[in-house]
């Protein structure tokens, strides 16, 4: 078991140095919204460019601490090429695992590595920021979405 947290350890260190999708999505028709985690100061832009119902590409932007950059990395990873039901599912089982430490039938991939956030509450905001964002941004939302 502290084998897997060592190893889960090491990706979320790898994706805040080496963030994946960390870019302006430069498309006519792309979508963006603004999150902001007043708890810790994390600041992220997610980008979205659809296709219909499908998730074409999703990148982000923004500063703030590891676990808010590592989930927002992780995140644009697994949802490229996801329907809107799809991301639901995914987005619902994720935030259930980083506040209850729960897991459900729904298969997380690597966002599992964020699992152990359950484990210190103040986190838990950091990790559900790139969610909230996303959802933002796929609503067309105007409003800074927060996690509070
Ligand atoms: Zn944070």
Redesign the pocket.
Same mark, same amino acid.
């Given at each position: 078991m502290s084998d897997l947290r060592e190893l889960y350890q090491e990706v979320i260190l790898d994706h805040n140095k080496s963030p994946r999708n960390c870019r302006v999505l430069d498309e006519p028709d792309a979508r963006h919204a603004e999150g902001y985690?007043p708890?810790? =100061?994390?600041r992220l832009t997610v980008y979205v460019g659809t296709d219909g119902d499908v998730l074409r590409d999703v990148s982000f932007t923004g500063e =703030?601490?590891a676990?808010?950059q590592a989930s927002a990395s992780l995140m644009t990873e697994a949802l490229k090429g996801l329907t809107r039901a799809e991301i639901e599912k995914l987005k619902d089982a994720f935030i259930k695992l980083v506040t209850t430490g729960e897991t459900t039938n729904v298969d997380l991939g690597k966002l599992r590595v964020l699992g152990g956030v359950h484990d210190f509450p103040m986190?838990v905001?950091?990790a559900t920021?790139a969610w909230h964002t996303l959802n933002a941004a796929l609503n067309n939302d105007r409003n800074t979405a927060t996690t509070e």
């Open positions: 985690n708890l810790c =100061g994390d =703030g601490c676990i808010s986190r905001k950091c920021l």
